[in-house]
C-alpha cells in the first residue's frame, strides 16, 4: 500500500472521502494505505499525549457539518497515524469520522456491502471538538460542536493509544449531546480498542441500537486494554 505523508503542523481543510483498493487486496499489512505525519511520534505502544505531541501532528479539519473523513463506495484497508481530526466552531457534525458511509455522497450501504469496507487502524491520533486544542485540553465552554469521534459499521477496526477529547456540553440549540467517544451501531466487529483516552459525555464507546445482522451469528467483539 502507499503511504501519505501530510506535514506536521499543517491544516488539511475539507472533507476526506476515501476510495476502495485499485487493486485486489491479500489481507495482509502491505494491503493498507497509510496517512501519516511528517513529525515525530511516541513509539507505538505509547498513547498519544496531545500537550506534548501535539505540534508534531497533520490536522484534518471539516469547515462545516461533514465528517472530516469518511469511505466511499469499498473503501477498505486505510490506516491513519499521527493524525488530529476535528472540525470547526460554529458548524455542528454528527461525527469527526464515519466508516461504513459518507454523508457527502449520500452513500449508504446495506449490511453485506460494509462485510467487504472493513480494515481501519487510527494509531496515536489526536480526534476530538474544536473547543478544545492541544494547547487546551479542558475548555469551559457549554456548547460544543461535535456529537462523536468515530461511528464505525465495518469489520476490523483497530483504536489504539490514540487521544479522543471535549465530546461533551450541550449542541448550539442547548440540548445535551449524547455524545461518544466510538460509536457501532450497526456494524459487525471485530472493534479493537486499546490504551486510549476517551472523553465523553454519554458513552465512550456505544455499541447496538441500529439495523441487525442478516445472520444472526455475526456479533460485535470489542476488546479494550490499557
Partial sequence: GDTFILVAGSTYTGTLVLRAPATPCKGTDTDYVTVTT???????TTRLDPS????QLARIVTPNTYPAIESGPGASYWKFVGIEITSTVGQFVPNAVTIGASSILGYSPDWLTRMGM?????????????DISYSSLIS?????????????????????????GGYTGKDPGGTVIASEDI????????????NNYLEANYSSVFLGGSDAAPDPSHQATVSSAG
Avoid: A, E
Fill in 38 to 44: 511528517s513529525g515525530t511520534l511516541p513509539s507505538s
Fill in 52 to 55: 506534548v505531541s501535539g505540534p
Fill in 118 to 130: 472493513g480494515n481501519w487502524i487510527f494509531d496515536r491520533c489526536f480526534i476530538h471538538d474544536p
Fill in 140 to 164: 469551559t465552554n457549554i456548547t460544543h460542536w461535535t456529537s462523536r469521534g468515530i461511528q464505525t459499521n465495518v469489520p476490523n477496526v483497530t483504536i489504539k493509544n490514540s487521544y479522543f
Fill in 183 to 194: 460509536l457501532m451501531d450497526g456494524g459487525p466487529g471485530p472493534l479493537t480498542i486499546t
